[in-house]
């Protein structure tokens, strides 16, 4: 039976399915969002105080030194912690995932020295991240850097993650963008990877108390454009992407990740059910690897 869909039906009188809108408002205020973030980088970067500084509040323990006298305390676990933080009767559901520094755990002094290149971690550590989530680049502690090292710097990054091939957020998707979407995308990637400065410390700069770093030669705002890019990395967050942050998870990776548990379930069940023609024993006892699970494939491949 043939089924034809006209483009618009007239309605002969109020519905009121119109209300979907308000109905969804009203359910999400009510069960709130929920947003899930990991920082992930080398040790003393900065990752703590950035999360910090991007929400506004002490949600996890930045490592640094509380005063000059102590020494530099690391992250060493993988810890994870829930915070709910409400702005204007929206309720957010944080899950920060705040991971040690990889890689140099034993030896950090030369964390201070200005980065220009991507580490072959990174490149390890940034292939397997893009298979599994969003990845949102940042050049941490940037007031470290002069402007021409931030410029070439950006360039350098830029140039390598072409190289290996590897897909940050946001995606270059022209069937689930529409055309203001692909803009607005187009120029956050442009602006990739943020530039930023974090601090948890208030400094008074005008007679008026901002977030910042003040040293001998003068005062990093955090909030301020000219000093570094963390507004636009905390407005791409929050104010424009959020949703599709939490919308491209579920739909692309989580799907993803989803697939290819069935098919790793799918596999190690007929391998199970085909005994190995030359082998005399029972099948069960199998390989001590397990199912290898298949490789997760990018979201817009
Ligand atoms: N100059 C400068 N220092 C920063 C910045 N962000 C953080 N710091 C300082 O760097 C030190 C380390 O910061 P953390 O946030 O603990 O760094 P982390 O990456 O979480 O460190 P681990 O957890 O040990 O991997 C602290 O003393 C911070 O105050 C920044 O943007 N600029
Ligand atoms: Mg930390």
Same mark, same amino acid.
């Given at each position: ?34 947003? /899930? ?29 509380? $005063? ?17 933080? @409400? @702005? ?6 944080? /899950? ?11 030896? /950090? ?10 580490? !072959? ?9 893009? @298979? ?10 940037? $007031? ?25 957020? &946001? ?14 995308? =187009?120029?956050?990637? @442009? ?56 919308? =491209?998870? %579920?739909?692309?990776?989580?799907? %993803? +990740?989803?697939? /290819?548990?069935?098919? !790793? ?10 005994? !190995?023609?030359? %082998?005399?024993? %029972? ?7 397990? &199912?290898? &699970?298949?490789?997760? +494939?990018?979201?817009?491949?």
């Amino acid at each position: 039976m043939a089924t034809t869909v006209q483009e618009s039906t007239p309605l002969n009188g109020y519905v009121g399915f119109d209300t979907i809108t308000q109905q969804i408002e009203k359910k999400s205020l009510k069960r709130g969002f929920q947003f /899930n973030i990991m920082v992930v980088g080398q040790t003393g970067l900065g990752k703590s105080t950035l999360v910090n500084t991007l929400f506004a509040s002490h949600l996890i323990d930045s490592k640094g030194r509380h $005063d000059v006298e102590e020494i530099n305390r690391q992250t060493t676990n993988i810890e994870s912690v829930s915070h709910v933080i @409400e @702005e204007n009767g929206v309720k957010l559901r944080l /899950n920060i995932v705040d991971t040690p520094g990889y890689g140099d755990q034993v030896n /950090n002094e030369d964390c201070w020295e200005p980065i220009i290149k991507l580490k !072959a971690i990174d490149v390890i550590v940034l292939k397997r991240l893009v @298979e599994i989530t969003n990845v949102i680049p940042v050049i941490a502690k940037s $007031d470290s850097l002069t402007i021409e090292e931030r410029a070439a710097f950006k360039q350098r990054i830029n140039t390598e993650l072409a190289f290996h091939g590897i897909q940050l957020y &946001p995606y270059d998707d022209k069937e689930y963008y529409d055309e203001e979407e692909q803009i607005l995308n =187009t120029s956050v990637r @442009e602006l990739l990877p943020f530039a930023v400065v974090g601090s948890e410390r208030q400094v008074v700069v005008d007679g008026k108390a901002v977030l910042g770093r003040k040293t001998k030669w003068g005062t990093v705002v955090v909030e301020d454009e000219e000093h570094c890019e963390f507004i636009h990395l905390r407005n791409f967050l929050t104010r424009t992407h959020l949703q599709d942050l939490i919308e =491209t998870t %579920s739909l692309y990776h989580y799907e %993803s +990740f989803r697939a /290819n548990q069935l098919l !790793a379930i799918k596999e190690s069940v007929s391998a199970a059910a085909t005994p !190995a023609p030359s %082998s005399p024993v %029972s099948s069960s006892s199998n390989s001590s690897n397990g &199912p290898i &699970p298949a490789k997760a +494939f990018p979201p817009f491949a």
